[in-house]
């Protein structure tokens, strides 16, 4: 680790990480990339934990898509994982691709991003001179960009477990291990019938922070109910910003995204009832 | 620079260029020329194989990664000259036509009978999920797998 840091210091901006490559390798086939130094990080073994802290989950940078999908605990805790990793990719590639990869990469559609952006989750940042915390909303600074600096890398993922809450993805794709045309994940906690926490996260759709704050906030202090949730996924429908690309039109995902937060909002409820909170 | 790993049993040495993809290393430097190359995109898998145990898309990992990794490509399925059941189920239920997408599933179908032995049909169709078949329209593949379940070991096939 401390020589991945000090390989990163030495050649700052010039150099890339690479994890599993399953981004970075493409872009590189497209020269959309075009890295002097390649700093390798897969024998970084003691980064792909996955593991509960006290009241958090912690992802190590280096968990690969199998990892999460193997968890047992993540699963439990966070079924919006599981949800997300059944549907992220194929299995080869999740045996490659890499948690840290995902949300450094900040692709507008990658899937991790909308999961932790709705489950509030913190990125730890380390480099030669200590760590940082950050939570996913200052993480991610546009497409493609984050809060990374050239000398620093992103060591893990920090998600609060709350009690009594429940959580669900839901996505669209083309064809089976496709990118999304849009996806929405949902975490809520409900308290003596009402929302006592709601975040509800966004992939593909141009969501700002890969969330939708406005449907978020509607839903606080509401009943779980088919009306607030239908408010919340009117909100979102409203808030978004997709672009038309060749997996559909604006008008088209612009709809998906609303209905597949009313459809994860419902699964999340359900579950949140389940564990009895 | 210079890259060792262990290929199907055997350590090679070899000076590359940095750049170079795993899957040209197997083909063009080794001369395996079973592992395939096909999108370069890792959307068709046609260029699985497996390092450290675990099918991998050989053209979205650099030979440098490979560096000290342990490297098994569809030439060691057969073993003195014993078919893996994988290979004889392909030629069993007519997996295969015109061979292009094989080499890659049966890599895949031989890492999941390793872990999951009397795997289902949706079991079978989710592992081979990120490999594109243009021939056959998987339904052979698939009988291809569950054949190499029944006939777990190599004497049955032969019995
Ligand atoms: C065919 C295919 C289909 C896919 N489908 C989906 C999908 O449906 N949904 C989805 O969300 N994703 C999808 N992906 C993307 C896949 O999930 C990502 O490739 C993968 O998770 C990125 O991780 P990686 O480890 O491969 O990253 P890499 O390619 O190694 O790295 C990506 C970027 O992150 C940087 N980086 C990596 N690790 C760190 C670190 N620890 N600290 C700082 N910077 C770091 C690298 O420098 C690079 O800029 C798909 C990929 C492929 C090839
Ligand atoms: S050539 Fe590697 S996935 Fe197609
Ligand atoms: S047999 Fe031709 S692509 Fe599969």
Redesign the interface.
């Known amino acids: 680790m401390d020589n991945a840091l000090a390989l990163l210091e030495r050649h700052g901006s010039e150099s890339r990480i ?1 994890a599993g ?2 981004s970075l ?2 872009m590189m ?1 497209l020269r959309l990339a075009r890295p002097e130094v ?1 700093i ?1 990080i ?1 024998d970084l073994g003691d980064l792909s934990y996955v593991r509960r802290d006290g009241d958090e989950l912690c992802l190590g940078a280096m968990a690969r898509h199998r990892d999460l999908l193997n968890s047992h605990e993540a699963g439990t805790l966070f079924p919006i994982l599981h949800d997300a990793e059944r549907v992220i ?5 999740r ?2 691709g890499t948690v840290g990869g995902s949300i450094c990469q900040a692709d507008p559609s990658e899937d991790l991003s909308a999961v932790f952006a709705a489950l509030r989750a913190t990125a730890v940042i380390g480099s030669s001179k200590g760590t940082r915390k950050v939570a996913m909303d200052d993480f991610h600074i546009g497409p493609y960009s984050t809060a990374v600096g050239p000398a620093e890398m992103l060591l893990e993922v920090r998600i609060p477990v709350q009690h009594g809450s429940g959580s669900a993805y839901e996505k669209v794709e083309r064809r ?2 496709d990118w999304a045309i849009a996806a929405a994940g949902a975490a809520l906690r409900v308290e003596g019938g009402s929302v006592s926490y709601a975040g509800i996260g966004l992939a593909a759709v141009g969501a700002e922070h890969f969330r939708c704050a406005r449907a978020e906030a509607s839903l606080l202090g509401q009943r779980a109910s088919e009306e607030s949730f239908s408010e919340a996924a009117r909100l979102v429908s409203e808030s978004v910003n997709p672009v038309a690309d060749q997996r559909g039109p604006e008008d088209y995902k612009r709809h998906l995204a609303g209905e597949l937060t009313l459809r994860a909002l419902r699964r999340a409820a359900a579950r949140a009832e389940g564990q009895g909170g | 620079m210079q890259v060792t790993m262990t290929v199907n049993g055997n350590e090679v040495t070899a000076t590359i260029e ?1 750049r170079l ?1 795993l899957v040209h290393f197997i083909r063009d430097h080794l001369l395996l020329r079973g592992t395939h190359w096909g999108c ?4 068709c ?1 046609t260029c ?1 194989l497996w390092m450290d145990g ?4 050989s053209c ?3 030979a ?2 490979a560096n000290g990794r342990e490297i098994r490509t569809v030439e060691d399925l057969e073993r003195g000259g014993v078919l893996d059941p994988v290979q004889q189920g392909f030629i069993e239920e007519h997996g295969l036509q015109c061979g292009f997408c094989t080499p890659g599933m049966m890599m ?1 179908a031989r890492w999941l009978l390793d872990h999951n032995p009397d795997p289902s049909e949706e079991e079978i169709r ?2 081979i ?3 594109i078949c243009r021939c056959t329209g998987y339904k052979n593949i698939v009988s291809a797998i569950r054949w190499a379940a029944e006939h777990p070991s190599t004497t049955e096939v032969n019995a």
């Open positions: 690479i490559g399953h390798l493409p086939k390649l390798d897969n990719a194929d299995p080869i590639v045996n490659r089976a291990g | 940095p993809l370069d995109t890792s959307n898998g699985v675990e099918p991998v898309k979205t990992v650099l440098a990664m895949t989710e592992a999920s990120g490999q």
